[in-house]
């Protein structure tokens, strides 16, 4: 896969590239309206995902993401705006835009009767391209060398996920989609799932849409993401966690000097080590004045908001 990665790379560094060539997926003022529904699947959202990203998709059902992932793919045809890939627009170019996509997009079909390694010929032969040396490569990535000649009949639903993964894999995309991939898995499942998207990104230099209810393995995963709600963007953008306004989190162990100094100040602690301060006092002179009070502190960082609470909090879930 070295020479994949080399042409992925000087794909996005080239000197003419222009304005889209980094930006491997476009989403450019989408708005739907599905007939005889009164409101609107997407109301003009707008999001891109650079080169070698990977980026969530968040939002509860009817969010809109199924819609966004189905004109990507040119399934779904937008009332207005449009979707590039690499530069290239799915609805003025759809077959030279989908060339560079592969994925999973609702529940993989196989031919139980085959093994793995027929099905992928199968499936690869629609499209007249077949390479056993890539084929090999792509299912060592996804773990299922072993497996590939026994008949996917006898698959778990992680293997033929797995499988699913490698046909979106052929042939050599430049970006995945993945609608819901590790939906029905058991925590190891999901596990090595994660690992597989993580190294695609870190040794092909993949560009990732990903679409899931887990905003653990979103987290874990995603460099950034973009929540719907109501067919609108409410939010795109890196998913380090944010900081909780004026509340930080203390440990010491002279927590009573601590509770003296901020009852001064007019802060509060509560037992578990988190201070909160009044809108007149910095943390670093709240810092300072510990320190003056002879409080030994062992470390002071912002309390952050995980991507759980700043989902549940921009899609208005979140319970009182």
Same mark, same amino acid.
């Given at each position: 896969? !070295?020479? +994949? *990665?080399? !042409?992925?790379?000087?794909?996005? #560094? ?25 409101? #609107? ?8 995902? $650079? ?18 992932? =189905? ?11 449009? %979707?590039?890939?690499? =530069?290239? &627009?799915? #609805? ?35 499209? =007249? ?5 890539? /084929? ?12 590939? !000649? ?5 698959? &778990? ?39 597989? %998207? +993580? ?34 963007? /409410? ?20 927590? *009573?000097?601590?509770?003296? /100094?901020?009852? *001064?100040?007019?802060? &509060? ?8 301060? $009044? ?16 409080? *030994? ?24």
């Amino acid at each position: 896969m !070295k020479n +994949l *990665r080399t !042409k992925r790379t000087a794909y996005c #560094q080239r000197a003419d590239c222009g304005f889209n060539a980094c930006r491997m997926i476009e989403a450019v003022q989408l708005s739907k309206r599905y007939r005889g529904e009164a409101r #609107q699947a997407l109301r003009e959202v707008s999001f891109e995902v $650079p080169a070698g990203q990977i980026v969530g998709l968040l939002g509860h059902n009817g969010a809109g993401k199924s819609t966004v992932m =189905g004109i990507m793919l040119g399934m779904v045809y937008p009332d207005a705006g449009e %979707v590039r890939i690499g =530069g290239v &627009s799915v #609805q003025q170019d759809r077959t030279r835009a989908l060339r560079q996509i592969g994925a999973i997009f609702e529940a993989a079909v196989f031919y139980d009767y085959l093994t793995g390694w027929q099905n992928l010929r199968a499936l690869c032969s629609l499209s =007249g391209w077949w390479d056993e040396r890539e /084929v090999a490569r792509v299912l060592e990535m996804v773990n299922l060398v072993n497996a590939a !000649k026994r008949k996917t009949g006898t698959y &778990s639903h992680g293997m033929r996920q797995r499988l699913a993964l490698a046909q979106a894999l052929l042939p050599r995309p430049s970006v995945l989609l993945l609608d819901e991939p590790t939906d029905g898995l058991d925590p190891e499942g999901i596990r090595e799932f994660r690992e597989t %998207v +993580l190294r695609l990104k870190r040794e092909w230099g993949m560009t990732i849409l990903l679409n899931s209810h887990l905003l653990s393995e979103v987290e874990q995963t995603c460099d950034r993401c973009v929540i719907l709600k109501e067919g609108r963007k /409410v939010f795109d953008g890196v998913l380090s966690a944010r900081a909780k306004g004026r509340r930080f989190q203390l440990q010491t162990t002279s927590i *009573r000097e601590a509770d003296a /100094v901020a009852n *001064r100040l007019g802060a &509060s602690i509560n037992k578990k080590g988190i201070v909160d301060l $009044p809108a007149d006092l910095e943390g670093a002179d709240f810092v300072k004045a510990l320190v003056d009070g002879g409080v *030994r502190i062992d470390s002071w960082t912002a309390e952050k908001q995980s991507l759980e609470e700043t989902y549940l909090e921009l899609t208005g879930t979140r319970k009182a």
